[in-house]
């Protein structure tokens, strides 16, 4: 369609912001009270180049929470629904949150940044206040605040390389979901072996955010020599991958079993958190809906603008929350992925998926797709 | 700058959304997770039609937070700084909300619906979570929902004739802050005399998200003798109203007393509200900051992108955080709202704002300018 985003203080610039201008992004969406590059024009060559070679992109928008104290673990075990308790510095855990009704209202990376200091890179939602109430209302001895972090996401099969370049090889070393703290040209960095693909890659926190536009600048540079060029979460390679999107992939109420996260909740270790006996009662009555993959027909879509209706026999069976045209899927497919209704969760079960440009013959699918 | 508005499931569409775009809005932002028309491509004619005549414009981003159950008033008074007590069904109140600390984490107009529903309409700030977490962790029988209900705003000199003409006469008896049931063509609403301009008009709840268009074209028609046109909450009226906006006119940790909303709270009534303690102990010390205005030099400037400093003798002294040129204070002038620290916060102050273009000689004023 094509409108204009409104640029002014009320929402916040990323300190990559004018890297990404530079960079010639061309279209922003918001997340987390900030501006957030989602376009630089070139769908398919972004896609390529994140599964080929190197991608960069601005997440700042991945806002850390800080928890910080003598009850910072307290709390962190409380909001979380994964267990913390062995967790090491440096190592972080995707943790699915939910409310005290077991629905999921996150799924962060947190990260165990020192004894009683935790960082939770959240998801659009404001974690921040839902930390400050449980601290508020438990009385525990804990400073919810947000720090200066800012994430730059370097991904791809090229990725290593790069940060290689950039930061030397003892990186190569880290392992997945292990962070450690890095220096280059006197930016103070984080980094963690992350990411929002499945095609690895790194995590660079920025944490000073007046560096923004010149780390964006080192990575750049540092990439160069491996095609690296400026992304996005990327929309194709995330529905392949299977990858959850939290607040688009989820009805309000949604639980974790319900998006395909249950293998990362900890429902049978000897912890207490918020939402735990409602997750029990959910796990003993069954789904009721449940994010599956869909391959349907029809000529290639690019993206979809709204939520399109799943149906069976004319009947409302799901709704499909993503979709796109994949060049890898069986050589070449349209796959979305949807919240079906149980009993229509089953893979190879026969669907229509009522796109914008009308009804498609489609079939479920487990996930991932690749 | 112009940069394009990325349009997906992720941010929701509002019920008027298609009404706006025939409308011809050209620009969007993103509020409580949908997307927010804040333009038409004709600002002072926006401005203009507001101050003069009749403005329409959709403001399905001031969510409700529905509250219902027999501890729906409860919750409602344990969120709200500000005395609940004596409100009546249909009444509503503007209530500042504020966390443990007694930072400002809101500051909705909240609703008695009936006895055991209220309903509380936000600005940016995702309350539904904040209210599952008090709810959920003080063990209140309430459920805690979104409704479907999206405000449509009628603002101006002559919102109650189109109001009237859309609705009947009676509509014109209605008092500030009161609510009552409509329908119109069979469109269940709920309408309100209240609204973010100093203007004066209503707010037309729509609740049947199903028929956002037709409630829309109504609206333009029985506004059409007035010289109604569609708007948005606008940017040089508030300023020149002194209306605070949350999140963006004020800091992380600023209470009611420092954006100019300390009257709204009800330190000294006899009720307990989440934060009583910390702003009692707030009000003793004082301010650290306050919202004020600023009149300033210069060439008009039609918006700030970011946040400009606030100088004195080269130090800094507060933040900018939105300006204007208002065509009617001091018969044309630049003006804004600044959070100045104390003590440069007394009217009369001599300052430099740090504007985009270069440093403007300024003085704060008390709000409102008009």
């Given amino acids: ?45 972004e896609y390529w180049r994140l599964v080929n070679d190197v991608a960069m992109w601005d997440v700042s928008v991945q806002r850390q929470v800080q928890l910080r104290g003598p009850d910072a673990h307290a709390l962190a075990q409380a909001v979380c629904a994964r267990d913390l308790t062995e967790q090491q510095i440096g190592q972080g855990k995707y943790t699915p949150m939910v409310d ?20 939770i890179s959240i998801a659009d939602l404001d974690v921040l206040q839902w930390c400050r109430a449980i601290a508020g209302e438990r009385l525990l001895e804990v400073e ?12 791809g099969p090229k990725a290593e390389d790069t940060v290689a370049a950039l930061l030397g090889d003892l990186i190569r070393d880290l392992r997945f979901f292990r962070y450690t703290d890095a220096e280059v040209d006197g930016i103070p960095l984080k980094v963690g072996r992350a990411g929002w693909s499945k095609q690895g890659g790194f995590e660079l926190y920025l944490l000073d955010g007046s560096r923004g536009t010149d780390l964006w ?17 990327n929309p194709i390679e995330r529905v392949e991958s299977g990858l959850y999107s939290f607040y688009g ?14 293998r990362f909740v900890d429902l049978d270790a000897d912890i207490d958190f918020i939402g735990k006996a409602a997750l029990l009662a959910r796990r003993a009555r069954g789904l ?26 004319g009947d409302r069976a799901g709704t499909v929350t993503v979709a796109c045209y994949s060049p890898r899927v069986d050589g070449g497919a349209n796959i979305a992925l949807a919240l079906m ?30």
């Fill in 249 to 262: 992939d989820n009805y309000d109420g949604s639980d974790p079993f319900e998006v395909g996260l249950g």
């Fill in 288 to 313: 009721r809906h449940e994010l599956v993959g869909i391959v349907f027909e029809g000529p290639p879509v690019s993206s979809n603008e709204d939520c399109w209706a799943v149906t069976r026999d």
């Fill in 144 to 155: 919810v605040s947000e720090p200066d972090v800012s994430p730059l996401a370097v991904q």
């Fill in 217 to 233: 600048n080192l990575v750049a540079e540092a990439g160069a020599p491996f095609g690296i060029g400026p992304g996005a979460p």
């Fill in 1 to 45: 369609m094509g409108f204009e985003v409104s640029i002014g203080p009320r929402i916040r610039k990323s300190p990559f912001f004018d890297a990404t201008v530079a960079a010639g992004v061309v279209s922003f969406s918001a997340y987390n009270h900030m501006y957030f590059p989602v376009s630089y024009g070139d769908p398919m060559g």
């Fill in 100 to 119: 005290h009704s077991g629905a999921i209202i996150n799924d962060p990376l947190t990260l165990r940044v020192a004894k009683e200091t935790w960082w």
């Fill in 341 to 370: 209704d149980v009993p229509h969760n089953d893979p190879g079960t026969a669907v229509v998926v009522e796109t914008a440009a009308g009804p498609a013959a489609g079939v479920t699918a487990t996930l991932p797709f690749l």
